[in-house]
């Protein structure tokens, strides 16, 4: 072929292709715009973090019933541990359906308060479902799982003070009430935006509205209920009565241990920035190092006093400084949480003898490590917390503290004037687990 018919195929062909290059620029068009249509939107990554935060924390905070379900039944004797296990798994089961029913709506009315700033939302069951609302920054329904676990926390305290000598289904009905209303009602106060949060009271995480709010409930139900058979004698003597297994109680405070980093940490409410990050990873290393403070202050003042080493001391010496450090466990520096906790430890030491002269029988020690170290824990936050004071701090326990004490002794005495709290004598001796239950945790061991 000669050079211009090689030219006029050239000139043919370059036509063809221009001629063609608006079509191909439609389709590319069309096919980035389905992919645009196709892409998800934007991800907000701070609402599943912090929705990620609350599920966790939840989930360790439940593991925690585990705990308090395998110290009590290391503490008690042997023939009442079934009780015990029944009373654990029962009281959570009853408080996760009473927080649903009516008291998560009480304890955080938004703007439907019933009573302005002191009695949220009565019977009113939560609801949570539907697309997610992205302005609250969480999942409702994580929100709800979490807030779900302190309430149950709460009832779970109660249990171990007065195990061994109260009947099953009076207890049952008393977690109903505390769980369904006392909890949410004097949470609400804080929490819930109430008149405590209005005043400038602070507890982070719970040492006084889940702590010793439980260990007032528990020190008026022992007030009323009485010691066991034998504690006390008349002559003023303290007997014994070593729990079954230790290696159970360690293994409830090891679980414990852990669950109390939800507890706390997950307190943050939020994981979706770095300053949010950098705050639970403070608080879970405060929390720990207030917990070994508390154990080996324990540790050493039992050797010191007893002369010997007394394990369940320092197992409480452990959850007391847990509990000391709840109120406020952001703002101190690591020293400082080793010593609000090693206090915790020292007020394990000094306030379980002293139960024992008031003949208080505390079965499991949680007045010691929920109420008094609660109390602690709480009064000491404006040492490192800005915008704190002492005089409000104890305002606030005050005020939960007296609402919890009247009104759980007020259903304890109702209780107690319609089906009766104790068993009788004979079933109290021969153990709840037979009496009640007619099923043993060792029925090849047990002894009277």
């Given at each position: 072929?000669?050079?211009?018919?090689?030219?006029?195929?050239?000139?043919?062909?370059?036509?063809?292709?221009?001629?063609?290059?608006?079509?191909?620029?439609?389709?590319?068009?069309?096919?980035?715009?389905?992919?645009?249509?196709?892409?998800?939107?934007?991800?907000?990554?701070?609402?599943?973090?912090?929705?990620?935060?609350?599920?966790?924390?939840?989930?360790?905070?439940?593991?925690?019933?585990?705990?308090?379900?395998?110290?009590?039944?290391?503490?008690?004797?042997?023939?009442?541990?079934?009780?015990?296990?029944?009373?654990?798994?029962?009281?959570?089961?009853?408080?996760?359906?009473?927080?649903?029913?009516?008291?998560?709506?009480?304890?955080?009315?938004?703007?439907?308060?019933?009573?302005?700033?002191?009695?949220g939302q009565l019977f009113s069951a939560k609801t949570i479902g539907g697309d997610p609302d992205l302005a609250t920054g969480y999942s409702a329904g994580s929100d709800f799982?979490?807030?779900?676990?302190?309430?149950?926390?709460?009832?779970?305290?109660?249990?171990?003070?007065?195990?061994?000598?109260?009947?099953?289904?009076?207890?049952?009905?008393?977690?109903?009430?505390?769980?369904?209303?006392?909890?949410?009602?004097?949470?609400?106060?804080?929490?819930?935006?109430?008149?405590?949060?209005?005043?400038?009271?602070?507890?982070?995480?719970?040492?006084?509205?889940?702590?010793?709010?439980?260990?007032?409930?528990?020190?008026?139900?022992?007030?009323?209920?009485?010691?066991?058979?034998?504690?006390?004698?008349?002559?003023?003597?303290?007997?014994?009565?070593?729990?079954?297994?230790?290696?159970?109680?360690?293994?409830?405070?090891?679980?414990?241990?852990?669950?109390?980093?939800?507890?706390?940490?997950?307190?943050?409410?939020?994981?979706?920035?770095?300053?949010?990050?950098?705050?639970?990873?403070?608080?879970?290393?405060?929390?720990?190092?207030?917990?070994?403070?508390?154990?080996?202050?324990?540790?050493?003042?039992?050797?010191?006093?007893?002369?010997?080493?007394?394990?369940?001391?320092?197992?409480?010496?452990?959850?007391?400084?847990?509990?000391?450090?709840?109120?406020?466990?952001?703002?101190?520096?690591?020293?400082?949480?080793?010593?609000?906790?090693?206090?915790?430890?020292?007020?394990?030491?000094?306030?379980?003898?002293?139960?024992?002269?008031?003949?208080?029988?505390?079965?499991?020690?949680?007045?010691?490590?929920?109420?008094?170290?609660?109390?602690?824990?709480?009064?000491?936050?404006?040492?490192?917390?800005?915008?704190?004071?002492?005089?409000?701090?104890?305002?606030?326990?005050?005020?939960?503290?007296?609402?919890?004490?009247?009104?759980?002794?007020?259903?304890?005495?109702?209780?107690?004037?319609?089906?009766?709290?104790?068993?009788?004598?004979?079933?109290?001796?021969?153990?709840?687990?037979?009496?009640?239950?007619?099923?043993?945790?060792?029925?090849?061991?047990?002894?009277?």
């Amino acid at each position: 072929m000669n050079t211009p018919m090689k030219l006029a195929g050239l000139a043919t062909l370059g036509a063809s292709l221009f001629a063609s290059l608006p079509a191909w620029a439609q389709d590319a068009t069309a096919e980035a715009a389905e992919v645009v249509a196709a892409a998800p939107a934007a991800v907000d990554n701070a609402f599943i973090f912090n929705t990620l935060l609350f599920l966790i924390g939840g989930f360790l905070v439940f593991w925690m019933a585990a705990g308090f379900a395998m110290l009590e039944a290391g503490l008690v004797r042997s023939k009442n541990v079934t009780m015990q296990l029944t009373k654990n798994i029962a009281l959570f089961a009853i408080a996760s359906l009473m927080y649903w029913i009516v008291g998560y709506n009480l304890m955080y009315p938004g703007d439907a308060w019933t009573m302005t700033g002191y009695v949220g939302q009565l019977f009113s069951a939560k609801t949570i479902g539907g697309d997610p609302d992205l302005a609250t920054g969480y999942s409702a329904g994580s929100d709800f799982f979490f807030q779900l676990m302190f309430c149950a926390t709460t009832a779970s305290i109660v249990s171990g003070t007065l195990a061994e000598r109260i009947k099953l289904w009076p207890f049952l009905i008393f977690t109903v009430v505390l769980t369904g209303f006392l909890y949410p009602i004097e949470a609400s106060w804080q929490w819930g935006g109430g008149w405590l949060s209005e005043a400038g009271f602070s507890d982070f995480a719970g040492s006084t509205l889940v702590h010793a709010a439980g260990g007032f409930a528990a020190l008026s139900g022992a007030l009323i209920l009485g010691p066991r058979l034998g504690k006390y004698t008349k002559e003023g003597r303290v007997n014994p009565m070593p729990g079954s297994n230790l290696a159970l109680a360690t293994l409830g405070t090891f679980v414990l241990w852990l669950g109390w980093f939800g507890f706390n940490g997950a307190s943050q409410l939020a994981l979706g920035t770095e300053v949010d990050a950098n705050a639970v990873s403070i608080i879970f290393a405060n929390t720990n190092m207030a917990a070994s403070a508390g154990a080996v202050v324990a540790m050493i003042l039992s050797q010191l006093i007893y002369k010997k080493v007394d394990l369940t001391m320092v197992l409480n010496g452990a959850l007391a400084g847990l509990v000391s450090i709840t109120a406020g466990p952001l703002d101190p520096s690591l020293f400082g949480a080793v010593w609000i906790g090693g206090i915790g430890g020292v007020i394990v030491l000094v306030v379980v003898p002293l139960l024992d002269k008031l003949k208080i029988d505390d079965v499991v020690g949680a007045i010691p490590v929920h109420l008094v170290a609660g109390f602690w824990g709480t009064m000491a936050v404006p040492f490192y917390t800005d915008g704190t004071s002492f005089g409000m701090q104890f305002l606030g326990f005050a005020a939960i503290g007296i609402f919890m004490f009247v009104t759980s002794g007020i259903v304890w005495l109702v209780l107690k004037s319609t089906m009766g709290l104790r068993p009788t004598q004979e079933d109290e001796m021969m153990g709840l687990d037979k009496a009640e239950l007619g099923l043993e945790a060792y029925p090849e061991f047990t002894k009277g």
